[in-house]
């Protein structure tokens, strides 16, 4: 996006924020696609200042301005006139990882699985190890992981999250050299301090009872049952289950063994995938741990998730996208469609769809 564009300029690529161009509704405004003279497209958020509480969108915009990775959700700009402010954010065509998970008429394949888990670990890992003190998300979920034109999930909504003072670091953690036997990221210890609990329930760390109990595993604990999620396709919480908590259901068959009564069955898991599902369900069980002080940081997390792709020969997720995004083009160039509609689930589906050879 151009420095120089002006609020005017993207109430015009909104079409005036016409109803045609509404894409999302919240607590504090709406969302809309905008297409720039350029031919950029951007998410617009169109926010409500007057007489509103307006703390959780300056916490938004002062975490994205300060977070320097490309797996996060980027802010690219933010204007204001007339009691009204507008988020210019980077443009997911692919909708979320829950509408993927639990929405869609095909269900994504095992392989993109894997990758979109990888891709959140690393996100959160950039907030974590955020300089000069960790960033703590608070609401890891299915709904905050977004999904761009070239199939990466990004992380998205800050409106909680918040930045652990230096000084407040947990000194236990600082002291202690290893992360039990699986090492430890150099700032990858809990940061301890005041913030009133909050986040979803189901994703919710049941050790995050006061604001002194929050830490950087309290992110932890919501990227585990985000684990599960992916690798069952069922919902966090689900009342209409039981147990409605997907924690409560999946940790007795993962301490039993009985991986398969948890992969999600409408998804034919290929033999080539079948040693990483079920470490990320042994991560997984890890996360949630009731005992804060034997969850992985997310530097052990990014680096087992790693490994253990790389020792399957699967793909690294740059390798991975260039080479789908490869095929389409060709696909694409040899029938004559250059320009990519990206709107449709059904393109995701094509874009995201990838060998699953036993």
Known sequence: MEKTTSYREIEKATEGFSVERLIGKGSHGRVYKG???????????????????CSKLENEIEMLSSIQSGHVVNLLGVFRESGHKLLVMEFMPNG???????????????????????????AIQALHEATPSPI?????????????SDCNAKLADFGLAVRAPPVLLCVRDLLRPRDRGHGSSSRGGSAFFEAAPAGTIGYIDPC??????????????SFGVLLLEIVSGRRAMDIALEPASIVEWALPLIEQRRMKEIYDARVALPNNMKRVASHMLRVAARCVSSREEERPSIGV???????????????????????????IRTKNESEGKRKEDAAGLSVFRTRCRVSDGN
């Open 35 to 53: 297409v720039l003279r350029g031919g950029e497209e951007v998410a617009v958020k169109r926010l409500h200042l007057l007489g509103g509480d």
């Open 96 to 122: 979320s990882m829950e509408n993927l998970l639990h929405g869609a008429p095909e269900p994504p394949p095992w392989p993109f699985r894997a990758a979109m888990a990888l891709q959140v670990a690393l």
């Open 136 to 148: 703590i998300h608070r609401d890891i979920k299915s709904a905050n992981v977004l999904i761009d």
């Open 208 to 221: 995050y009872t006061t604001p002194g109990k929050l830490s950087t595993k309290t992110d932890i604990f």
């Open 301 to 327: 997390i990014v680096a087992e998730l790693t490994t253990e792709l790389q020792r399957r020969q699967m793909f690294s997720i740059r390798d991975f996208l260039k080479r789908v995004t490869k095929r």
